[in-house]
T-cell receptor
Framework: EAQVTQNPRYLITVTGKKLTVTCSQN?????MSWYRQDPGLGLRQIYY???????DKGDVPEGYKVSRKEKRNFPLILESPSPNQTSLYFC????????????FGSGTRLTVV | AQSVTQPDIHITVSEGASLELRCNYS??????LFWYVQSPGQGLQLLLK??????LVQGIKGFEAEFKRSQSSFNLRKPSVHWSDAAEYFC???????????FGSGTKLNVKP
């Protein structure tokens, strides 16, 4: 089944403790992206990647890192999480987002206390 | 600048009634248009998309959308709403080969029994 898999689905962590949210897609998509969703603010893009080793900032990149060492994986790294990063995170992939749109993962609900 | 506007934050309809969710976009070239649905606790699922050709597009779950260039609109419709359609709906615009993707702020649909 074609899908984007994120892990974990739920995560509660403490301020400052580094964490990684994994994302993997099995569709051989070139484009991958991370979004965060907050009430009243909609979906905001954090980072995106157009291919292996090619990444760029989205609208809200502060406090996040990404890497794209393999085509299928695009982990999101929070080196020192803060409470304002409490949010619902989505990974997405596409052949070309502007043309085909994104396929989304099921989301990761992160709480930073 | 590119933008997507969903003027209705919340909509409540009775089960069996018809539904229309509004979406207006601002984009300089021919847009690629999408509607996504997000059920509670779930990721975003693509309902339908418009690239070119017939301006009335059929999607999954009995939804359709009509592209009106003169009004810069891409409204989503369903003739008869079911209780399971209660969800949040997002309109999005893709910028073609520029691989940019813009979401509206979403419309939450509540279905009354």
């Amino acid at each position: 089944e074609a899908q984007v898999t994120q892990n974990p689905r739920y995560l509660i962590t403490v301020t400052g403790k580094k964490l990684t949210v994994t994302c993997s897609q099995n569709m051989n998509h070139e484009y991958m992206s991370w979004y965060r969703q907050d009430p009243g603010l909609g979906l905001r893009q954090i980072y995106y990647s157009m291919n292996v080793e090619v990444t760029d900032k989205g609208d809200v990149p502060e406090g996040y890192k990404v890497s794209r060492k393999e085509k299928r994986n695009f982990p999101l790294i929070l080196e020192s999480p803060s409470p304002n990063q409490t949010s619902l995170y989505f990974c997405a992939s596409s052949l070309s987002a502007g043309i085909y749109g994104y396929t989304f993962g099921s989301g990761t609900r992160l709480t930073v206390v | 600048a590119q933008s997507v506007t969903q003027p209705d934050i919340h909509i409540t309809v009775s089960e069996g009634a018809s539904l229309e969710l509004r979406c207006n976009y601002s984009y300089g070239a021919t847009p690629y248009l999408f509607w996504y649905v997000q059920s509670p606790g779930q990721g975003l699922q693509l309902l339908l998309k418009y690239f070119s050709g017939d301006t009335l597009v059929q999607g999954i779950k009995g939804f359709e959308a009509e592209f009106k260039r003169s009004q810069s609109s891409f409204n989503l419709r369903k003739p008869s709403v079911h209780w399971s359609d209660a969800a949040e709906y997002f309109c999005a615009v893709g910028a073609g080969n520029f691989n940019k993707f813009y979401f509206g702020s979403g419309t939450k649909l509540n279905v009354k029994p």
